[in-house]
């Protein structure tokens, strides 16, 4: 009997997804549980196991096509692959074109007796999450153009069409809206040396994301540097014993998480969001780490990290980083955080502006630790400071909150006792 393959369910408000890559063909022995399909969300990258043993049958979809929740993705046959391989190859191309050209006729004919035209030449409806869109926006399916499988109007193809001034029609006639100008075509002599390439739907997410951030919200960046001697000097001091007792290393995130936490509960405003005409306060912190991947940024969350001790901390952000660069993020590592702390000292940056992570009000920027020459009690002295940059939506922190938000960071990591006494 054949096991049919489907999209499993992907989580929360997640309905679609694109055919990553198969990593198995048509003919393949296949294991129970054995990795058969990549799939692309707008999330995170998941892989499908095999249900069962046996013969990879059917590939229904190729790569690069979006599928919806519970889609038909392939089926599985009895047998180990090699039946199905030594079967002789004249009788397989005999047999196959003459069942392809049963079953077209007989579709064929069943569309014919129902009045409807060839499959081919039918129209997909929209995806769930572009139906939906649609209705908000007031949209007809008819005004959007498709580029799902037989012209299926995916989420992607609605936002498109609204950025290029599509709308719904009104009920007096309107001007027409100005030509969205097209990207002027390359150099006769660059063109054979240019690469295009369709961005994944993590990618496309990402940049979709950042600009409504910059969008909706009223951003603003404010700056101070921090000396990170004595937190050196504790992680010096006590890094073989942690990691000993702990089975982790001691790092820096694990204190600026905590010092992100203990600021938050003072300045509440930076753990708050805008629902409406209503501000959201969050009684609880669920801290965002960004983490770089080679297919994007992802950004999986630290659960209840204020009640975590800085131990805790650390084996979760471990945790999460080493699932989200093998692409074993969950929906769920990525979904509820409240504030998000970004890393961009690991690759050198000095100084930068985050893009706050929608709907939260502030995102922490830590950069590299390099040593400066500091005025201290009067005389000059070579410290290892690092910038830190609060990004806020100045529609609900006020400059106050932001500055005093940051010092509160700043006091904590330059005297680290006080994340232990809870000062």
């Known amino acids: 009997m054949a096991t049919e393959i489907r ?60 599928v919806g929740v519970g889609a038909l993705l392939g089926t599985i046959g009895a047998g180990d692959g090699a039946a199905t391989a030594a079967k002789p190859a004249a009788v397989a191309q005999a047999s196959a074109p ?7 006729e007989a579709v064929a004919q069943t569309a014919k007796i129902a009045g409807e035209p060839p499959i081919e030449e039918r129209k997909m409806p929209p995806a769930p999450a572009a139906a939906k869109l649609l209705a908000e926006t007031n949209l007809s399916v008819d005004q959007v153009a498709g580029s799902g499988k037989r012209g299926q109007v995916l989420k992607g193809d609605v936002l498109e069409a609204i950025a290029k001034g599509v709308s719904a029609p009104a009920a007096a006639p309107a001007a027409p ?24 739907k993590l990618r ?29 000097a504790l992680r010096t001091k006590y890094k073989d014993i942690f990691e000993k007792k702990h089975g982790v290393k001691l790092g820096f995130m694990g204190f600026f998480t905590k010092a992100v936490t203990h600021a938050l509960k003072e300045i509440p405003a930076v753990n708050a969001e805008i629902d409406g005409t209503d501000i959201i306060y969050k009684n609880f912190a669920h801290i965002g780490v960004a983490v770089g991947t080679d297919k994007g940024l ?5 659960r209840d990290a204020d009640q975590m001790s800085i131990a805790e901390i650390e084996k979760e952000i471990g945790r999460l980083g080493f699932a989200a660069r093998d692409g074993k993020l969950s929906v769920a590592d990525m979904q509820g955080g409240t504030f998000t702390i970004s890393n961009g000292g690991v690759y050198g940056s000095l100084m930068s502006t985050p893009i706050l992570n929608a709907p939260q009000s502030g995102i922490l920027g830590m950069h590299k630790i390099q040593e400066r020459p500091m005025v201290v009690g009067g005389q000059i002295v070579i410290r290892p400071m690092m910038y830190l940059a609060l990004s806020y ?3 609900i922190v006020d400059g106050k909150e932001a500055v005093t938000f940051l010092v509160r960071v700043k006091d904590s990591l330059e005297d680290p006792e006080r994340l232990v006494l809870d000062l």
């Open 98 to 104: 003459e069942a392809a050209s049963t079953v077209k």
């Open 393 to 395: 939506d100045h529609r």
């Open 298 to 302: 992802v950004v999986p969350v630290v």
């Open 7 to 66: 999209v499993p369910t992907l989580g929360e408000s997640v309905s679609e997804a694109t055919i990553g890559k198969w990593f198995k063909k048509a003919g393949d022995a296949i294991a129970v549980d054995e990795p058969l399909v990549e799939l692309e969300t707008d999330k995170v990258t998941i892989e499908v196991p095999a249900p069962a043993a046996g013969v990879l049958v059917e590939l229904t979809v190729k790569e690069g096509e979006t």
């Open 177 to 200: 809206a100005a030509p969205v100008a097209a990207r002027a075509p390359s150099a006769t002599a660059d063109a054979p040396r240019e690469e295009r390439v369709r961005m994944t």
């Open 204 to 232: 496309q997410t990402i940049a979709r994301r950042l600009k409504e951030a910059q969008s909706a919200a009223a951003m603003l960046t404010t700056f101070n540097e921090v000396d990170m001697s004595a937190v050196m």
